[in-house]
């Protein structure tokens, strides 16, 4: 299997003997079970990873398919069997990489990556398809020409070359109506580094890319599955090929890309048919711009887990705004620092004469120190005030919105016990408002079109349920 993917929307396991890098003699028989949307599980039927904590950095497998390593393992249930002293492990990774076992140590040139949901990406207008007619009254005939693969988009930052790739099996069915195609897109990331990096290093550039599919998306996006190479052989593009499918005249042609509430559709609209072009830009520039929007697209898209308290979330989403602000443009203060210095001097000097209490001096000369850094609401504001004003103004007067967000943050952070926690559908409702501008002022960083914020944005999967939330 080296080399080639299989179809990660069906669930599919591999059978074969794995063990930890250091201990090749100590093997156990296991399966992997591999699933879009989830992350792969390894069962073993014997303890693989002893000792505490339960976790490996890699684990090794030979199966029939081939030779394949298991990245960032950690268990998550041991099961007693019948048998005593028979005992088994589900064990969760962060990827699966297949290719020649690879150590932690390992120097990678080369990595080809599967993304959950990344298939909403996809312009539904990419498969649009010629239609040739011919007549012939019963026996009359529809056939659909297809481009099944095109290249989607490619960038280069620092020596890094990304591209993007999708493919397109379609699937013939037969109904009442007559012939159905469905199209089922798929995309592959092929990752090119200009020397050998680091697993490490690997691993981190295909979370950020991951950040940046969840952005463009709507929803979180998770490394499945990823083939590595020690080595960088020439870019091979897969072939272009074109396919017709007969169908009678009352066939249809359906597709499964989900692409109403992303931005495919309106990258493609915006290069009339050349669909590389913004979405290779938009990539040049996350590339350039990673490590600085890291923070604040990992803390907005955790946000997106509904496992996690609303209460939770609108800490992190708040404190994710901040995050963002800083590494912006904005002003970070009120005044020049220089011009500052005067006024901190004077005001530290007022409260040593003001009170004798050690903790409580300290205390107020902290809050001097850091008195000219701009406030949460000035950041809101800053940031709120950039949105695209189609999008801004859908929810009334934004300068009150965010008073409105700043206020039920702070009352439930900064709590006053004699205050009422503010009530459930409003922190539900401030949540999506923070989110709304920080994905925005996000997007917004790494050159999405303000038009295809404000057409699509509101629409995505968070906001929604967020902002259906009304006062």
């Known amino acids: ?94 990827a699966v990489l297949f290719d020649d076992h690879v150590s932690p140590s390992a120097l990678l040139r080369r990595l080809v990556l599967r993304f959950t949901n990344l298939q909403r990406l996809v312009p539904s207008k990419l498969w649009e398809s010629n239609k040739t007619t011919t007549p012939g009254g019963s026996n009359a005939r529809l056939t659909y020409h297809f481009q099944t693969s095109r290249h989607l988009a490619s960038a280069e930052h620092g020596g890094t070359r990304v591209d993007v790739f999708v493919y397109a099996p379609v699937e013939q069915s037969f109904g009442g109506l007559g012939n159905h195609l469905t199209v089922k897109p798929q995309v592959d990331v092929i990752v090119e580094f200009p020397s050998q990096v680091s697993l490490v290093d690997a691993k981190q550039f295909w979370t950020d890319l991951a950040l940046l599919w969840s952005l463009l998306t709507g929803t979180r996006s998770d490394v499945v599955a990823a083939l590595a190479s020690q080595h960088a052989p020439d870019l091979q593009e897969p072939r272009h090929a074109h396919h017709d499918f007969e169908a009678s005249l009352v066939g249809s042609v359906r597709s499964d890309a989900a692409t109403r509430q992303s931005f495919g559709d309106f990258f493609y609209d915006l290069t009339a048919g050349s669909y590389p072009t913004d979405l290779s830009n938009v990539l040049a520039v996350w590339l350039g711009r990673r490590d600085s929007l890291r923070v604040a697209a990992k803390l907005l898209v955790d946000t997106w887990d509904r496992d996690l308290s609303w209460e ?23 005044v020049p620092d220089a011009d500052y210095a005067q006024v901190q001097s004077g005001l530290v000097g007022q409260v040593n004469g003001l009170t004798r209490v050690d903790g409580l001096r300290t205390s107020l000369k902290k809050r001097v120190e850091f008195g000219n850094q701009v406030s949460l609401r000035r950041r809101t504001r800053d940031l709120m005030r950039g949105m695209p004003p189609a999008l801004r103004d859908a929810f009334g007067k934004w300068q009150g919105v965010v008073d409105e967000m700043v206020d039920a943050r702070n009352a439930l952070i900064h709590r006053d016990p004699t205050s009422p926690v503010p009530p459930f559908r409003e922190i539900v409702r401030v949540t999506g408002h923070f989110g ?30 967020w902002l259906s939330y009304r006062r």
Not at 324 to 334: L, Y
């Open 436 to 465: 709304l501008t920080l994905h925005s002022a996000l997007l917004q960083a790494i050159g999405v079109p303000d038009a295809a914020i404000a057409n699509r944005l509101q629409m995505q999967p968070p906001y929604q349920e």
């Open 1 to 94: 299997m080296p080399g080639q993917f299989i179809d990660w929307t069906e669930e599919h396991s591999f059978d074969g003997t794995f063990y930890l890098p250091g201990t090749p003699e100590r093997r156990t028989q296991g399966r992997l079970r591999l699933k879009a949307g989830n992350w792969p599980v390894l069962d073993t039927f014997d303890v693989l990873i002893h000792g505490g904590p339960e976790k490996a950095e890699s684990v090794h497998g030979l199966t029939r398919e081939g030779e394949l390593t298991l990245i960032g393992c950690v268990v998550v249930r041991a099961d007693t069997f019948a048998e005593p002293g028979f005992r088994g492990q589900s064990i969760v990774c962060d």
């Open 312 to 334: 939770a979330k609108l800490g992190i989403v708040a404190q994710a705004l901040e995050a963002f602000h800083r590494s912006s443009t904005h002003p970070q203060t009120f």
